[in-house]
Antibody, heavy 118, light 110 residues
Framework: QVQLQESGPGLVKASETLSLTCSVS??????????WSWIRQAPKKGMEWIGS???????YANPSLQSRVTISLDTSNNQFSLKLSSVSAADTALYYC??????????WGQGALVTVSS | QSVLAQPASVSGAPGQSIPISCGGT?????????VSWYQQHPGKAPKLIIF???KRPSGVSDRFSGSKSGNTASLTISGLQAEDEAVYYC??????????FGAGTKVTVL
């Protein structure tokens, strides 16, 4: 059974870079033709797809965030990560790492709350 | 931010069937059979309950069913139970490597 767990700072200053890591257990991030993705949920709001990375390393991002988003694989540690630059209060949200396909998400981490402070 | 239109709330009595709609704009729901539905209880991560419009992952109750007509997808919960009280989100592929979500529908069991 595949399990995901997010980790990273819970507080980030405005204009700096948000960095989160998702640790994957139960399978390799490079096996099975997986897509690994990041989704966020702002307080009392809906969900927003941030972007995805294919097991080959090819990345995709929401056009609304594309200029600020970097998603990468760390195969040696069986992890994938998210970097979101130039953050503002609007980026305060619960960030989830998910898998295993591009179109539907059956695996979810428990979520990492990131607050952007001024 | 939420591209797909969902009603804010839906309610029903135990045992009833309730539909939850999810309205898109081309080229999402109407073009691709890649609609998913998620159930989220308070303080929990969302759970996939429907994928590819009408398929259920293993272990999901058959009281949950999905369908699509034109640019609108629907989730029907049959035999409503207290444990079904949650927020339900739809999502769809929108082409050009983009995924969209709805704002969520809060289901209340009366």
């Amino acid at each position: 059974q595949v399990q995901l767990q997010e980790s990273g700072p819970g507080l980030v200053k405005a204009s700096e870079t948000l960095s989160l890591t998702c640790s994957v257990s139960g399978d390799s991030v490079t096996s099975g033709r997986y897509y690994w993705s990041w989704i966020r949920q702002a307080p009392k709001k809906g969900m927003e797809w941030i972007g995805s990375i294919y097991y080959t390393g090819k990345t995709y991002a929401n056009p609304s965030l594309q200029s600020r988003v970097t998603i990468s694989l760390d195969t040696s540690n069986n992890q994938f990560s998210l970097k979101l630059s130039s953050v503002s209060a609007a980026d305060t949200a619960l960030y989830y790492c998910v898998g295993p396909t591009f179109f539907s998400f059956d695996y979810w981490g428990q979520g990492a709350l990131v607050t952007v402070s001024s | 931010q939420s591209v797909l239109a969902q009603p804010a709330s839906v309610s029903g009595a135990p045992g009833q069937s309730i539909p939850i709609s999810c309205g898109g704009t081309s080229p999402d729901i109407g073009t691709y059979n890649l609609v998913s539905w998620y159930q989220q209880h308070p303080g929990k991560a969302p759970k996939l309950i429907i994928f590819e419009v009408n398929k259920r992952p293993s272990g999901v109750s058959d009281r949950f069913s999905g369908s699509k007509s034109g640019n609108t997808a629907s989730l029907t919960i049959s035999g409503l139970q207290a444990e079904d009280e949650a927020v339900y989100y739809c999502s769809s592929y929108a082409g050009n490597n983009l995924m969209e979500f709805g704002a969520g529908t809060k289901v209340t069991v009366l």
